[in-house]
């Protein structure tokens, strides 16, 4: 069996997966605001995993992480704390670690179980709190040299627009992901329009289901 976790700006989620790709266990934590807490918070959460004797832990992160060390290289918004850190530091040193982006993670898992199974080429594009991708080419995931290659959610749409947390302006993500909605729900308020949800910030859930019901904002 595997250990995954996904290291993501809400959420932090691990899942116990078998050798042909069965899901048998998943639990998730919010993702703490400091790296004081950050370290304590995922000890916890994969506590109760190392009982069933991993063979690996595979981690997704936000950002741009280095695989062969597992550095995290760049990393914008509220997981900045882990920029410059090891995401191996904070696990079991017994246990063979493997890092990559989220991103990359996903489409690697799609290449051994999923659809992207003995394709040559694909594209991934991951959508949550922001936008980003990956790229097999060839029969080869795609890094770039910097490894931010496909980071699909930091391409500039409006070099005029709204600004990134990347603190670029007008990239896809401030346009279209979960955070760009939730913030256009929220300025609809503050502008006064009429709308079906609740008089606070609602959440994506609730805009989507707003629209489902025909509200016109």
């Known amino acids: 069996m595997i250990l995954g976790l996904e290291i993501g700006s809400a959420e932090i989620k691990a899942g116990l997966v078998s050798e042909s790709g069965e899901l048998i266990r998943t639990e998730r934590t ?16 994969i506590g109760g995993f190392l009982s069933s004797a991993p063979r690996a832990i595979g981690i997704g992160c936000s950002g741009i992480v280095n695989p062969e060390d597992s550095m995290v290289e760049g990393l914008s918004g509220r997981l900045n704390y882990l920029e410059g850190r090891y995401l191996a530091e904070f696990l079991p040193a017994n246990l063979p670690i493997y890092t990559d982006s989220d991103a990359r993670a996903a489409l690697a ?16 594009l991951m959508l949550g709190d922001s936008v980003t991708g990956a790229v097999l080419a060839d029969g080869k995931l795609l890094r770039g040299a ?3 290659f496909a980071n699909l959610g930091h391409y500039t749409l409006d070099p005029l627009g709204p600004m990134c947390s990347c603190g670029n302006s007008g990239c ?11 913030a256009e729900a929220a300025a609809l308020l503050r502008r006064g329009a009429s709308v079906r949800w609740a008089e606070y910030a609602p959440s994506c859930e609730e805009i989507f289901q707003a629209a489902g019901e025909g509200d016109p904002a």
Request: no cysteine; glycine share 10%; net charge neutral.
């Open 30 to 45: 919010r993702t703490p605001d400091s790296l004081a807490r950050f370290g304590y918070d995922l000890r916890s959460l």
């Open 172 to 182: 896809l993500e401030t346009y279209f992901s979960i955070r760009a909605i939730e």
């Open 146 to 148: 910097s490894g931010a």
């Open 109 to 124: 898992g799609e290449m051994a179980w999923g659809v992207a199974s003995g394709r040559s080429n694909a594209i991934l």
